[in-house]
């Protein structure tokens, strides 16, 4: 396909128009001028493709760019960019190597799709000669992928800690500040948006590690499959744990880490108690937050709106125009993203990563079962740095109370043999929980 005039408009087909494309449509045909100017040229929407026609869509939107044929999209040409908001896996996979076989560039928001098929996309991409950006896949409109790949160009990054994602933020703000239950601020996360077609991905951690892997090929250069990221989601979090960890001092939130310790990375989503004046411990509702160490810049901080229409279509339409500019092209050029060459770097298992936990069991309240579970865990040389029991009300000895019991640092393999032995006690009902605790 003949490369477009610098000056000529630049035609765009939308691939979805929900949630996200239904934001990216609005700003498009309802800043023409601004965007123009960005850009250089005009940015003309030519097409929309949607799975069902007769939905009803957003008033500016003129019906007649409406399509449901993708093969005429993928053979017009005089389109020169595909923005791919559809989300799913095989479909938009296959949608976008054909795109970029047919010489077309392609942004795209989707996650999971770059998590599992990057290094194919990427590789046909630069086979073709065409580019791929992917601002929004990460972070919604928290720049944090031109962060990572611009700015901090310079840096090796040493550690990644973020809030990657708004819908687990939202549900446990919900639940921590305004006494909302669990299934009430995830119907809600879902009307605003927040949410994935399947909010199951979001809830059990999935979508914060396909976001962790990204941000890992792109700060450390390793491919990890995402079912390699230990991982743990927001579900077995109850309004208890919420209680004693502000009790204690903290704030629960899902975090996802990557650390770099020699030539070994850790990466792992995992709900964290963090202190309360940290600023991630401050990030609410569906705000994302990510801090970067960087050896030349050291600590910096990314922090926005992480999910929703519009903060999610200013990414997209970010990438949009850097597409229209040609710069988003020169970028990819010179980055080998998912380009498959050995770095050296391995996956260090969690088990050998010393935190601090928190452990909340629930005990029979009787004679000796505090003494057994303290010896079980120093037999294991876990120190214990603080306990909670309170007085049950109208409690009886023998009923069960929760116990929460804080741990110094020890290996996490040693903690979870540790409560698995605990768990087999028939004083204690199981399962207990445990969550990794950070200053
Ligand atoms: P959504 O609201 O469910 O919208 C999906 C759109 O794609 C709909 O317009 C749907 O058509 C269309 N579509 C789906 N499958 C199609 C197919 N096979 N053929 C034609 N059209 C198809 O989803 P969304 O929330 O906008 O998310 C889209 C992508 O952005 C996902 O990859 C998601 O992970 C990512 N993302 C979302 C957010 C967010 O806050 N929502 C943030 C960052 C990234 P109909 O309208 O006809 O059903
Ligand atoms: N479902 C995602 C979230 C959308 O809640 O963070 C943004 O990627």
Not at 134 to 153: D, K, R, W
Not at 364 to 393: C, F, K, M, T, Y
Request: include cysteine; charge should be negative.
């Amino acid at each position: 396909m003949p490369e477009p005039d610098s000056n000529a408009p630049y035609n765009i087909a939308l691939l979805g128009c929900g949630t996200v494309g239904g934001g990216v449509a609005r700003l498009l045909l309802e800043q023409p001028q601004r965007l123009a100017a960005r850009a250089g040229r005009p940015l003309v929407l030519r097409r929309v493709l949607v799975r069902d026609p007769g939905k009803p869509r957003d008033p500016v939107l003129p019906p007649q760019l409406l399509t449901t044929d993708l093969s005429a999209i993928v053979r017009d040409p005089e389109i020169h960019l595909a923005v791919e908001v559809a989300g799913g896996v095989d479909w938009a996979r296959k949608v976008i190597l054909d795109l970029l076989a047919a010489g077309k560039d392609v942004v795209t928001a989707n996650k999971a799709l770059l998590a599992e098929h990057g290094q194919e996309i990427f590789d046909t991409g630069r086979r073709h000669g065409r580019a791929v950006a992917f601002e929004a896949s990460v972070g919604g409109g928290v720049p944090i992928i031109a962060a990572l790949t611009q700015s901090l160009a310079a840096n090796r990054i040493i550690s990644l800690q973020g809030i990657l994602n708004g819908t687990c933020n939202f549900i446990l703000t919900g639940m921590s500040e305004h006494g909302r239950s669990y299934a009430e601020a995830l119907a809600d996360a879902q009307k605003h948006g927040y949410a994935e077609a399947d909010p199951s991905l979001d809830v059990n951690g999935t979508d914060a590690a396909q976001k962790l892997a990204i941000l890992a090929q792109i700060a450390f250069g390793v491919a990890v499959p995402v079912d390699q990221i230990s991982c743990r989601g927001i579900a077995n979090i109850q309004a208890a744990d919420i209680r004693f960890a502000r009790e204690l001092g903290y704030t629960i939130k899902l975090l996802a880490e990557a650390w770099l310790d020699g030539n070994q990375l850790s990466l792992h989503v995992s709900p964290v108690l963090l202190r309360h004046l940290t600023p991630l411990a401050q990030v609410r509702d569906a705000f994302n937050a990510i801090n970067v160490i960087g050896d030349a810049v050291g600590h910096t901080l990314y922090y926005g709106r992480g999910a929703g229409q519009m903060p999610t279509a200013s990414a997209v339409t970010a990438d949009i125009i850097d597409m229209a500019v040609g710069r988003a092209q020169r970028t990819f050029a010179t980055l080998s993203l998912w380009s498959g060459k050995d770095n050296g770097v391995t996956l260090r298992s969690r088990e050998t990563v010393r935190t601090r936990f928190y452990l909340r069991l629930l005990i029979q309240d009787r004679p000796g079962v505090l003494a057994d579970v303290a010896r079980l865990l120093a037999n294991h040389g876990i120190s214990i740095s603080s306990v909670i029991q309170h007085e049950a009300l109208e409690g009886h000895e023998g009923d069960t109370v929760p116990l929460v019991i804080v741990t110094h640092t020890a290996p996490t393999g040693s903690v979870l043999a540790t409560l698995a032995e605990i768990d087999r006690m028939p004083s204690v009902t199981a399962p207990s929980v445990h969550f990794p605790m950070e200053d």
